[in-house]
Every structure is written in structure tokens, then in C-alpha cells.
């Protein structure tokens, strides 16, 4: 298994070297920068970014405004959204400021739409990593977990309980029994596992 990039290492791929004055002007050098970290054509930048500044000037989204404006991105019901987004904020906001900056916002809508598997489950484990301290815990699967559940409507928990699930993914997860899953074991394990996967990536 391969290592990941930690957020330090993400933290660099989408520093943008944009002057404060000037936040809501590309130039061509950040064009090209973001066109080759995110596989976006130009026109798809300048759209995005036409969006992003649209009703947020100062160039970054705290968690309230990440949240409505994630609901550009989904077909599903701002009901369904509204806990997930919350935890895909934590995935997308990479260097843990409490902002989303518009690098930040674009490699990851990049990533989670249209990047390979190990990319997306990259992302889905911050979600799960609620104290960003590189493994995720049982405490921890399940808070998201009922978030998937509401993201996905599904009504008869009572069949299979989001906690059922998070106590029988923690036993695959955890191959080395020690009470916490690294990245590795996260994304080894589901890259696998389609059934798992489906119920508990938010990125499919």
C-alpha cells in the first residue's frame, strides 16, 4: 500500500499565490496551476470561480456558506445534506483554518467528482477523521455514518443501525487491532469492498 498525502502535502497542491488585494482575479499562471492539479479545463475554472465570488468576496466559505454552497453540487435535498456537509467542509478545508478557500474548493469538488477511487476515499476518510489527527476511531465512524444515512434516505435503520455498521466496519477496518484505522487501512479495505463503500463514502 502506497502512501497518501497527508494535509500537509495537500496544503502545498492548492497554496495559490493570489494577491489579497486582488482575490476575485485568475491570472494565467493560477489557471494553469489549477488546470494541472485538477484535470478542470479553463473554461471550467473561470466558471467555477465566476460562482465561487459570486456571493462570497473575500474568496472563502465558512462552514454556513460551504453548506449552501455545496447544495450547488448535489442532486439531493438540502435535508439530506445538511449533516454531511458539515464533515466533507473538514475533507475540503485542508489546511484546518475553519475557511474553504477557492484552491481548496476546487481540487477537492475536482477530486471527489471525477478523481480515481483511492483519490475519493482520501478525501472520505477526513470526513470520518473528526479530530484531523490522522486515524479514525468507533466514536468517530458513527456520526458520519448517520449523516450517509440521511444523505442516502434511508428509512429502516432499524434493520441495520448506522451503529451496527460502524462496530462491523471498525472490525475490517482495524487489521492491526490497536482501536484506531489509519488511512492506509481505510482506503486498502474499501478500495476492495464495494458494498461497504457504497454506504460509507460520500463520494461515490
Given at each position: 500500500?502506497g502512501t497518501h498525502k497527508s494535509k500537509l502535502e495537500k496544503r502545498r497542491t492548492v497554496n495559490i499565490d493570489i494577491d489579497p488585494q486582488h482575490r476575485t482575479y485568475l491570472s494565467e499562471r493560477d489557471v494553469a496551476f489549477l ?170
Amino acid at each position: 500500500m502506497g502512501t497518501h498525502k497527508s494535509k500537509l502535502e495537500k496544503r502545498r497542491t492548492v497554496n495559490i499565490d493570489i494577491d489579497p488585494q486582488h482575490r476575485t482575479y485568475l491570472s494565467e499562471r493560477d489557471v494553469a496551476f489549477l488546470s494541472s492539479q485538477t484535470g478542470l479545463s479553463r473554461e471550467e475554472i473561470y466558471d467555477w470561480h465566476l460562482k465561487f465570488f459570486q456571493d462570497n468576496p473575500d474568496g472563502r466559505l465558512d462552514r454556513f456558506q460551504f453548506r449552501k454552497f455545496y447544495q450547488l453540487l448535489r442532486d439531493e435535498s438540502p435535508e439530506r445534506l445538511e449533516n454531511i456537509c458539515d464533515h466533507v467542509f473538514r475533507a475540503f478545508d485542508v489546511d484546518g483554518n475553519g475557511f474553504v478557500e477557492f484552491g481548496e474548493f476546487l481540487l477537492g469538488f475536482a477530486i471527489c467528482s471525477r478523481g480515481d477511487l483511492k483519490s475519493r476515499l482520501d478525501y472520505a476518510f477526513e470526513c470520518y477523521d473528526l479530530d484531523s489527527n490522522g486515524y479514525i476511531t468507533l466514536d468517530e465512524i458513527c456520526p458520519v455514518l448517520n449523516a450517509m444515512y440521511t444523505l442516502m434516505g434511508i428509512k429502516h435503520i432499524k434493520d441495520y443501525p448506522p451503529e451496527a455498521v460502524a462496530k462491523d466496519l471498525m472490525k475490517k477496518l482495524d487489521t492491526s487491532n490497536d482501536g484506531k484505522v489509519s488511512k492506509d487501512e481505510f482506503i486498502y479495505f474499501l478500495t476492495k469492498e464495494g458494498i461497504y463503500r457504497n454506504t460509507v463514502n460520500p463520494f461515490n
